[in-house]
């Protein structure tokens, strides 16, 4: 497959939370993902499931608590489990089997 064939990549998304999610005493609106790096696809690749390994990516490229990821609703988290799946067309995205949850 000629990589001419292949969508384009988006490299930063920021994608708008449906329900904002309170953490501490501060709000979050959104987050900001980009390709993640080899050292933070190993961190997440040791976590023991699918979904903790989504979670753990999500935490470590947005840059947010893992408790504010464990409070994103499922449609966010689908949106976010698109998002790397387009880093890996070849393989399935880090959520697991496909890129819906």
Known sequence: MDQHDLPEIVDEQ?????RPVRF??????SLTL???TAEQLAKAA???????????L??????VPKGVVGRI???DLQ????FFG????????????????
């Not at 040791?46 to 753990?56: F, H, K, V």
């Not at 999500?58 to 840059?63: E, F, L, T």
């Open 14 to 18: 920021t994608i708008e939370l449906r």
């Open 24 to 29: 501490g005493e501060q709000d979050y609106t």
């Open 34 to 36: 980009r390709e993640p």
């Open 46 to 56: 040791r976590e023991p499931g699918e979904m903790e390994t989504l979670i753990s």
């Open 58 to 63: 999500i935490h470590q490229v947005a840059a």
């Open 73 to 75: 609703v499922q449609r």
């Open 79 to 82: 949106e976010c489990a698109r």
């Open 86 to 101: 387009q880093f890996s067309p070849m393989q399935s995205p880090p959520s697991g089997e496909s890129s819906e949850i």
